[in-house]
Nanobody, 127 residues
Framework: QLQLVESGGGLVQPGGSLRLSCAASGFTFDYYAVGWFRQAPGKEREGISCISSSGDSTDTADSVKGRFTISRDNGKNTVYLQLNSLKPEDTAVYVC????????????????????WGQGTQVTVSS
């Protein structure tokens, strides 16, 4: 049974940091590319960052580049998203998604690249 479970969200002040985790189970995680997406009220789903199955390649949206960093630890079946210098406009539900993909995809921030999605974790940035 393929599962993705996000954790690490919460309420932080502007300028603060969070580390989100996407824990996978039920499949051979090493073969799967993973993307992070966010959805805020009144806004379209935004592909934030993605990482290849090996972890060798990543792509990050310009809107968060320099502040957010994606990484993975295949030994722990987990992908992380480090959120630094958080702004109120970063407030959203953050969701991870995965799909089997042995090679790097330059379009890995598209939501149609993924067949499985987690439940999301809420990030709220407010004073």
């Amino acid at each position: 049974q393929l599962q993705l479970v996000e954790s690490g969200g919460g309420l932080v002040q502007p300028g603060g940091s969070l580390r989100l985790s996407c824990a996978a189970s039920g499949f051979t995680f090493d073969y799967y590319a993973v993307g992070w997406f966010r959805q805020a009220p009144g806004k379209e789903r935004e592909g934030i960052s993605c990482i290849s199955s090996s972890g060798d390649s990543t792509d990050t949206a310009d809107s968060v580049k320099g502040r957010f960093t994606i990484s993975r630890d295949n030994g722990k079946n987990t992908v992380y998203l480090q959120l630094n210098s958080l702004k109120p406009e970063d407030t959203a539900v953050y969701v991870c998604a995965a799909d089997r993909r042995p090679l790097w995809s330059r379009t890995c921030r598209r939501d149609d690249e993924y067949g499985y999605w987690g439940q999301g974790t809420q990030v709220t940035v407010s004073s």
